[in-house]
C-alpha cells in the first residue's frame, strides 16, 4: 500500500491507507534542527520497501505535554518522542548521568562516539523495562544560559530564579550553584521570563533562537556545561508490530536523521542564531576555562554521589561504565 508521509499535525486526505500509523511528537518548530531531522528520518520510513509506515510528526508540542507523549508510548497511543533526556528521567532514574554538568566531551565528535558506545546502549535499553524502547541520541547542541546578566562565575548564579527541566540531577545542580529550581513547561518559559517570574533558563544555542529568548533576556553566556540532546524513543507496543526488516529501515533513519540534526544544528547557531542574538542587542559572553574548572569543581563530584544515592548499585554501574568510556 502506498504510505502517507505527513509533516505536521495538519491532517490531509490520503489516497491510500497505511497499515501502521506512525504519530511522532517533539518540541520545537518544523523548521529546528531536530524537526529538520525528523522529516528526513519520516521520509526515509517513507520510502522503505519494508515499512507500510504513515508517518505524522507533531512538533511544538503539539501531541501534549513531555509526560503525555512518555505516557502516550507507554500504553500504545504515541509510537514516537523526540525529548530531551531530563524528561525521562521520571520514568527511569538512570537517565539522570546524561544531565551531569561538566562530564561529556565538549568536542562534538567525541561526543557522538560516545553516544555509539556500549556504555549508552546499555543505559539506554534499561528504558525498555517502561514500555519504551529508545533507539538513538541526537545531538541537539550544548547548554549556554539566558539572563539579563552575564553568568560566569559561581557568585553570578546565586539568588537566579532558574527554569528547569523534571530531572532531580538538574534540580541539584542548580540548588549547588545556589539557584532556586522552578519547574515549569517549556511552552511557558519565554513568558515567564517575559515577565520576571524566572531570570534565567538552559538550553542550546539554537533552542534558545528558536523560543526567541533573545527577545527578552539580554545575554546569552556560552557556559557550555553540558548537553541538551534528545533521545528518539518509539513506543514497545508499536515496535512489536514492525517486522525486523522494518525494525532495522526504521532505526537506519533514526540514526540519519540524528547526523542530519547535528549538521543542522551548527549551520543555525553560526548563520541563525548568533547573528539574530547580535541583531537584537542580545550581549554573548564566553566563560573562561579557569571559571568553567571553578565551577567544574563545585558541581560534578557532587552530582555523581547524588546520582549513586539516588540509583544505588544499578547507578553506580552505569557511572562506572560511563567514566570507563569518556576516559577512553
Known sequence: ???????????IPSLAQAEIIMKAGFLTPIQSPRGQGAELMAQMIHDSANC?????????????GTTDLIEGMQIGSVEMSILPAAFMVGFQPLVGILDFPFYFPTDKESLLAFYDSAAMRTLL????EKGVKSLAMWHTGYKTWTANKPVVTLADYKGLAARVMPSEIIKEQDRLLGMQAVDMPFSETYTALANGAIDTQENPIDTNFFMKFHEVQDYVTL????????????????????????QADVQAAVDAGGRLTAEK???????LALPAFKASGTEVVEV???????IAAALLPEIKAYYVKQNGEAGQTVLDAFDAEIAK
Open 1 to 11: 500500500m502506498k504510505k502517507l508521509l505527513l509533516t505536521t499535525a495538519l491532517l
Open 52 to 64: 507500510d509506515i504513515a508517518v505524522q510528526l507533531y512538533p511544538s508540542s503539539q501531541l501534549g
Open 288 to 294: 573562561p576555562d579557569t571559571a568553567r574548572a571553578e
Open 223 to 246: 557556559s557550555y556545561h553540558g548537553t541538551l540532546d534528545q533521545i528518539v524513543s518509539v513506543s514497545s507496543i508499536f515496535w512489536s508490530q514492525l517486522s525486523p526488516e522494518c
Open 125 to 128: 535499553d534499561t528504558t525498555e
Open 265 to 271: 544544528t551548527d549551520a543555525v547557531i553560526a548563520n
